[in-house]
């Protein structure tokens, strides 16, 4: 079986990340979302939410699944039968970190290939932080993730207030 992991944060998850994800599973005959148990990032959602976020959004991609890792991801690709790492490019400040990304997963692992996806124009600024950083001050998202991230984003901050309890890094807007 041709298969292939699609890793990351996806604190949430946003229709960029769906698009890649609905796109691969195009590509491959089965796809794993793997969310990265601890990023270097702030986090605003913990591994549980981000999964089941990530799912609800995926249910209808019948070959996609979603699972959490922790590690290497060529190791993770290695354990789950995967010789493929999907991952999206935006603009060309993602390309720098993608192709280093991707020479040092050739490095540790030679048998693991990476594969970049162009994202769709209307994503191309649509990030996780964009969007918690719109919700964080009361603004509208219906367009940027799907509906239960909407309403989980301003679940959240409801709870945490309107500095989002220092989780957000309030700089996307800015660069
Ligand atoms: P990471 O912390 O690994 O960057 P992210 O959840 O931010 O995790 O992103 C996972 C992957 O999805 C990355 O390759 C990123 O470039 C890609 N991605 C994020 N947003 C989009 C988007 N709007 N369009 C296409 N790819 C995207």
Redesign the pocket.
């Known amino acids: 079986m041709n298969a292939a992991i699609y890793?990351?944060?996806?604190?949430p998850i946003?229709n960029?990340?769906v698009?890649?994800a609905t796109r691969a599973a195009e590509l491959f005959d089965h796809v794993i979302v793997a969310v990265?148990d601890r990023?270097l990032?702030n986090l605003l959602f913990s591994t549980d939410e981000r999964m089941a976020m990530a799912r609800e959004a995926l249910r209808a991609v019948p070959n996609v699944t979603v699972e959490s890792y922790n590690g290497l991801t060529a190791n993770f690709a290695r354990s789950a039968g995967a010789r493929v790492i999907v991952?999206?490019?935006?603009v060309l400040s993602?390309f720098e970190l993608?192709f280093q990304m991707a020479l040092t997963n050739r490095k540790l692992a030679p048998d693991i290939e990476t594969v970049c996806l162009i994202?769709r124009q209307e994503?191309t600024f649509?990030?996780?932080s964009v969007c918690k950083e719109i919700a964080l001050v009361g603004g509208c998202v219906a367009q940027m993730v799907p509906p239960h991230v909407a309403a989980a984003l301003s679940e959240k901050f409801s709870h945490l207030g309107a500095d989002g309890g220092g989780r957000v890094q309030i700089v996307s807007l800015r660069e």
Do not use: A, C
């Open positions: 890793p990351g944060s996806f604190d946003t960029g990340h698009d890649i990265y990023p990032k991952r999206g490019l935006r993602d993608e994202t994503n649509l990030s996780s």
